[in-house]
């Protein structure tokens, strides 16, 4: 038990993202009332996007493999039923050590860098009902404008995040030992609005995308940045008014001592997992499981 509150809290506090808003905007105009087809919340915390009619992606820090049997268990794809078959977690991800409570946060941004964060899963039945999201396959993401949801915390660019406004309690986690006896089903963030924002993509570098939270005249009208308690939730473009992915919330960078920083505020620096960097394995993957099929 003290293991898996350790992990849980690394994941709230570094790892896990939603949205932070701007202080001068209507809080109302960054919620979400018509969930994305594509949006699929993942058991406990996180967020994974359709991108096929039998294959989810999502980063791979999202998949809570010491204490959940993802196979066969059940999962919801707007509104529908399926079922998780399988987990594929791309063979460059590992999980963060340390305790980062306190002290210098360089060696935790390094950790964080050298981590391949993405994962697949594949589902036991086809999603019919809804459209898979298209992935952006290009390496011209810089300067673009974005768009992010999130399920997890509130705040603006002034405060920054709201403590324990990221959704799930540990209570619910306590909860959860309990239930697992009884039933396949665990809790998601569905329960939880969804909000999104609007940035721009400062940097394409590797693996990675990464965007500042500007405020002022340099702020997009719905400029945002993710905060604690979504990690997972989609970041797309528009072509032509259809909604392309090119990454997922993962992390943020830091500065000062941990115990004193607060994550949110105008000028830091978010980081999304790049889906274009990870293409040539999503396709591996894929075209594996549609030939071992045939």
Known sequence: MKILLAILLFSIAFYSNAVVKRHDVDANLYKVEDIP????DMPFEGGAALIDKQ???????VIYTSMYEYNEKPIMVHGVENQISEIIIHSGFKRIKG????????????????VKDIALIRLAKPVLHVAPIAIYTGNDELGMEITGFGRGAIGTGIEGE?????????????????TKYFSDWAFTQEAYPLHTYNNVITQAQDHWLRFTFEQG??????EGTI??????????????????????????????????YVFGKYGSTAVLTRVSYFQDWIDEHLTRYDDSAR
């Open 37 to 40: 087809s594509f949006y699929v």
């Open 217 to 222: 005249e340099n702020a997009l009208p719905l």
């Open 227 to 260: 905060g604690s308690g979504d990690s997972g939730g989609a970041v797309i473009i528009y072509k032509d008014s259809t909604p392309i992915l090119v990454g997922f919330a993962a992390w943020r960078e830091m500065e000062g001592e941990l115990e004193n």
């Open 99 to 114: 305790d980062w409570s306190k002290g210098d946060p360089k060696p935790l941004i390094e950790q964080l860098n050298s």
């Open 55 to 61: 294959w989810l992606l999502a980063p791979a820090h």
């Open 162 to 178: 709201i403590k324990d406004s990221e959704g799930p309690k540990l209570t619910t986690y306590f909860w959860y030992q309990v």
